[in-house]
Structures are given as structure tokens and as C-alpha cells.
């Protein structure tokens, strides 16, 4: 008998085959982690049997620097956080400090913020729906396709804010700077080819069988969990709970937009991709409508003091509805000019509690579809 | 929901409970319920189980760190002084101080999605911030806090009884101190220092001579 085993013996798992479990580490500077983010995952075979997420590469602890800072010194560091939606970063910030110290926003700045916020959501998703793509492995082609449309709005933020990315663009009681001249017309006209972006896109994947195949039943996550486990936005509207901010807290005037929120059925990759999809049409709506109503007026509440500001004692939670999910801030203030207690709650790593439920039994690779459309950044993950 | 209404449904349903209102005086007023901790777990467990209240999501968990406080009062004190007509009694401004001791505070923020209210801040805190800094985790009742109660323990401290999984998030497993307390001192960071002279210097000296070079 040759002491080989047989070519077909092979194929057969053996006992001991079954048992060995391999572990691996993917990250921190895996491409597919979207920044520095490790996982610790354990295989059998293909399938994940467990798996713990590792935190803190880019922690540089926010809050306690915020603490050290005044109010509005912290407000351009707030675009670190989430650095691909700096202006939501900001109006979060913005809307706990006016709840805490009882501003008012004037109608024109309420405007901006809306348009601002809503062109936020739009570059984001869509970058995000190119990042997906990119990890399960359709190269650049999407990624550029979504990175074009990004760039319109990014030039139109610089336009107006002076940065891309890091905008700085809130201030209490109103916004820092007003549109320059010619402005919203080149906004309405990024607002009116956007569709046509969406149109091409979805022509280009939704029917995808491949993308079907890798995203349709995989990383399932139950109503019931989404709630529990604190999941919010597209994350949680994709697992089929109704629950939008800007529809439940009425923030803002957001109230006055005729929108849906867009539910899924599922709660799979697939619904939570298209939940971004179907989200971007709606903030299309929602652009157009204020576009068209913006009035005149101030941009900022001229009763605000900018120097010396201290709130008086107390404390108050702030939140909205961020393309990533709730984004809130909590603050304490004692009468100083800095906050006693400066909290972020940020929905990129609330929305990672689940990752390990919706991973187990999965293959290896649908792990990096899963992470994908988690949506997280990792600036906001760690702080 | 009224608070107060909330404060004395659970004073009925949970028995020996005591619950306190924190009025919160800013414009937000987000007024908040303090709870023991020994009934911590049953208060969080009604709060989301009953029909009326429903608060099934905990959106925000957060630490706090309040450290002891010394208050200094001025009274006025009679002392009896020996004066030229014999022993009188003579008035002394005395500064008294007083010292309230600290403590470590965890702050849940809770919505109802069913029902479409909140925030409903819950408060609890530990006794003092040293040999005593244990709560009842509330991870089993939501699972968003697991991670943000991790990252408590990790940063102020707090030891959650109960939590599935409690090590540092955050920090490495190594670190010794909890950075967001409000007594935390940076480390010795005389090594960044290019050129190392005055104060850094000595600092860096007195480094070496702890740590013997290492």
C-alpha cells in the first residue's frame, strides 16, 4: 500500500481537519477596513465562527481635547470625526449647543443647512455605494463613477466653505459664511444631473447577478436586534425599522419637505445597499423644495455671542439624523466658557455592535461586503 | 411623558426603588431620573418591558466624573478672648471647609421608537471613584451599550457587574489609568523632545533615574 493517501481521500474532511480552527487578523491596514480597523476573526474553513472587533488605532480621545476647549473652538475639530460629512458633524454639534444655551436659528440659515446637509448625504452614499463595490471586488470603475459625482460637490462646498472636505462650515445660531454670487445656480445644476448619475448606476448594478449573488442573505440583521442593539439610520431603516430623525425629532425645518424614508424588508447587504439608493432620491426631493423656497435674511443670530460665550448651568443631548446614522451630542456646561462634559455618540461604532451577529456562519469574504455596508469611518469610530 | 408620572409608576412596580428627578435648569430641558444602583437592573428592565413607557432604545451611554468638591463657607464665630476687663467675647470670621465626595456617574440617554418619546436621561452612580466603582451593566437589557460601556470602563473606570465582555475598547489592554477622569495627568512625554533642556530636561532626567534607562 503506498504510503500516499489517494487524491479522491483528500477531498473528504478528515476528524481532524474539522477540528483546526484558523485564526486570522484582518487589519488594520487591510484596504477593505476602510481606515485603521482590525478584526479578529476565527475560521473554520471558510466559514466564521467567531469574530471581535479591535478599536482604538486613531483614538486620540476627542472628548477630553474638547473639554480643554472652548464651545466654538471645538467646532472645526468636529469635522474629524466623520471626515466625509464634516458639515452633519457640525450641525450636530451646533444643535446641542443651541438646545443647551436656547438659540434661534434664522429661516435662511436653517435653509442652508438643510441644502448643505442634504448635498452631504449625497456625496457620502454615493461614495460609500463606490467603496462597496471596490471591496467585493468590481475595481475602480464604480468607485470613479460615484468619485465623479462626489467631486461636483466637493467643488461646491469649496465654493462656498473654502475647504472640501473640512468645512468648518456651523456656527451657533446660524452658519459662518453666505453663498457666494452664482452659487445656487451651480448647485441646482449638480442637483439636476444627480439623477442621471443614480440612473446610469443602477442600470450599471442593481440588476447585477454577481452583485446579487454576493449581497442577497448575507449579514441578515433582525428587526428586533437593529432596535435593540441601537441601530439607526440607513442600517436600521434596511432591517425595516421606521425610524428617521429628521421625520421623528422634526429638527430643523424639516417638516416643511415632502420626503419618504425608504424601508427595507430584509435586512441584508443588498437592502442596505439599496437603502442608500433609494435615500439619495428622496435628499434630491428634499434639495429641490429648498432650493426653490430659500428666503433672505441673516445667516446667523446676531444675539449670539461669539467671544466669551457660557452657557449657563445645565446639560442637553442634540442629535441628528447623519448620513451614517444618529449622531448626537451630549454636553454638560458648569458656567465656563468650556464644556464640563462633551460626549459624541457616534453611529459608526454603536452600528459595529452587531457586526460579529451578522458575520457568524458567513464566508470570510462576505465579511468585507458585511463591514462595507456598515458604513463606518474610522475618524468617528475612535475619536 | 411627564417624569414625574414615570417616577411613580416605578415606584409602584419596582418595589424599594429610589428614584430622585434631576431638574436640569438650561433651556434644553432634559430633566433626568437618578437611580439606585442596586435596582439600576430592574428600573432599565421596566422602563423598556412596560406597555406604556416602552423605551426600547438606549441610543447614548456616557460617563461622567465628578470629583470630590471643597466648598469653603465663612462663619462667624465667638471666641472668648482674654481683654483688658478680664475674659470677653469677641466675634472671628472662620472659613470652614467642607468637602462633598466625588463620584463617577454613568448617564443613559433612552427614546421609545414605538412610542415616539425622549430622550429620557437615566442616571446612576458609583459611591466613590476608587474602591467602589461598580454599577449593574445593562448590556443585557440593550445591547447598544455594550460597546459604549466598554468604552466607560475603559476611560472613567466604571466596573460594569453583568457585562458580557468587559475589557478596554479604546486603550491598549496594558494601560494602567482612565484618561477622561478629570485628575488624569498626561505622561512624560520628554521623549518627543528633540532637543531637551530646562524643565524637560530635568523631567527627563528624573525619568530615567525611575525607570533606570529603560
Not at chain 1, 472645526?76 to 457640525?90: A, V
Not at chain 1, 429661516?107 to 461614495?127: C, D, F, P, W
Amino acid at each position: 500500500m503506498s504510503a500516499y493517501p489517494s487524491p479522491t481521500s483528500l477531498l473528504e474532511p478528515t476528524a481532524v481537519a474539522q477540528e483546526q480552527l484558523l485564526e486570522i487578523s484582518m487589519g488594520p491596514q487591510h484596504p477593505s477596513t476602510h481606515g485603521v480597523f482590525r478584526m479578529n476573526v476565527i475560521l473554520d474553513g471558510e466559514r466564521v465562527v467567531k469574530l471581535k472587533p479591535v478599536f482604538g488605532y486613531l483614538h486620540r480621545n476627542h472628548e477630553k481635547i474638547a473639554e480643554n476647549e472652548t464651545y466654538l473652538g471645538s467646532m472645526p475639530y468636529t469635522d474629524r470625526l466623520d471626515y466625509l460629512c464634516s458639515i452633519t458633524n457640525n450641525w450636530a454639534y451646533a444643535i446641542a449647543v443651541e438646545k443647551l444655551a436656547g438659540i434661534q436659528v434664522p429661516e435662511r440659515a436653517e435653509y442652508l443647512r438643510v441644502i448643505t446637509g442634504e448635498l452631504t448625504r449625497l456625496q457620502n452614499h454615493a461614495s460609500l455605494l463606490g467603496f462597496l463595490l471596490q471591496d467585493m471586488g468590481s475595481s475602480g470603475t464604480p468607485l470613479m463613477y460615484a468619485f465623479r459625482e462626489r467631486e461636483k460637490i466637493l467643488d461646491l462646498f469649496e465654493a462656498l466653505t473654502g475647504a472640501r472636505m473640512m468645512c468648518n462650515y456651523m456656527r451657533f445660531g446660524g452658519c459662518r459664511v453666505d453663498m457666494p454670487a452664482g452659487w445656487l445656480d451651480q448647485a441646482r445644476q449638480v442637483v439636476a444631473d444627480f439623477p442621471k448619475f443614480l440612473d446610469e448606476y443602477e442600470k450599471l448594478l442593481v440588476g447585477n447577478e454577481i452583485l446579487m449573488e454576493r449581497t442577497q442573505g448575507v449579514g441578515v440583521l433582525s428587526k428586533e436586534l437593529a432596535i435593540n442593539a441601537g441601530m439607526s439610520g440607513p442600517m436600521a431603516r434596511a432591517s425595516g425599522v421606521s425610524y428617521d430623525i429628521r421625520k421623528v425629532d422634526k429638527y430643523s425645518i424639516y417638516e416643511r419637505f415632502a420626503f419618504r424614508v425608504p424601508l427595507g424588508s430584509h435586512g441584508d447587504v443588498y437592502d442596505r445597499y439599496m437603502m442608500r439608493f433609494l435615500e439619495m432620491r428622496e435628499s434630491l426631493k428634499i434639495l429641490n423644495e429648498a432650493m426653490r423656497d430659500i428666503p433672505g435674511g441673516p445667516i446667523v443670530d446676531p444675539k449670539t455671542k461669539v467671544r466669551n460665550f457660557r452657557p449657563k448651568p445645565g446639560e442637553a443631548y442634540g442629535r441628528i439624523e447623519s448620513p451614517k446614522g444618529e449622531l448626537g451630542f451630549y454636553l454638560i456646561s458648569d458656567g465656563g466658557s468650556n464644556p464640563y462634559r462633551y460626549r459624541v455618540r457616534p453611529p459608526s461604532l454603536i452600528n459595529l455592535t452587531v457586526l460579529e451577529d451578522l458575520c457568524l456562519g458567513q464566508n470570510v469574504a462576505d465579511v468585507v461586503a458585511i463591514l462595507g455596508s456598515v458604513d463606518i469611518v474610522l475618524g468617528e469610530v475612535d475619536r | 411623558m411627564n417624569l414625574n408620572t414615570i417616577k411613580s409608576e416605578l415606584e409602584t412596580h419596582v418595589p424599594g426603588c429610589r428614584l430622585e428627578v434631576i431638574a436640569n435648569p438650561s433651556p434644553s430641558a432634559q430633566h433626568s431620573l437618578l437611580v439606585d444602583s442596586e435596582h439600576g437592573y430592574a428600573v432599565a428592565a421596566y422602563l423598556r418591558d412596560a406597555a406604556a413607557l416602552r423605551f426600547d432604545f438606549c441610543s447614548n451611554v456616557t460617563g461622567v466624573d465628578w470629583p470630590p468638591k471643597e466648598t469653603s463657607t465663612k462663619i462667624k464665630v465667638k471666641n472668648l478672648v482674654d481683654g483688658p476687663n478680664g475674659t470677653e467675647e469677641q466675634e472671628v470670621d472662620e472659613v470652614q471647609k467642607t468637602t462633598t465626595p466625588g463620584y463617577l456617574e454613568v448617564v443613559y440617554h433612552l427614546f421609545s421608537q414605538e412610542l415616539r418619546e425622549g430622550p429620557l436621561p437615566l442616571r446612576m452612580r458609583t459611591a466613590d471613584r476608587e474602591a467602589s466603582v461598580h454599577l449593574p451593566s445593562l448590556t443585557p437589557i440593550w445591547r447598544s451599550a455594550e460597546f459604549q460601556e466598554r468604552e466607560i470602563f475603559d476611560l472613567y473606570g466604571v466596573i460594569f457587574d453583568g457585562h458580557p465582555d468587559l475589557r478596554r475598547i479604546l486603550m491598549w489592554d496594558g494601560f494602567l489609568d482612565h484618561p477622561m477622569r478629570r485628575d488624569y495627568v498626561d505622561p512624560d512625554d520628554y521623549e518627543y523632545e528633540p532637543t531637551a533642556h530646562n524643565e524637560v530636561l530635568k523631567r527627563a532626567n528624573q525619568h530615567l533615574a525611575e525607570t533606570g534607562g529603560r
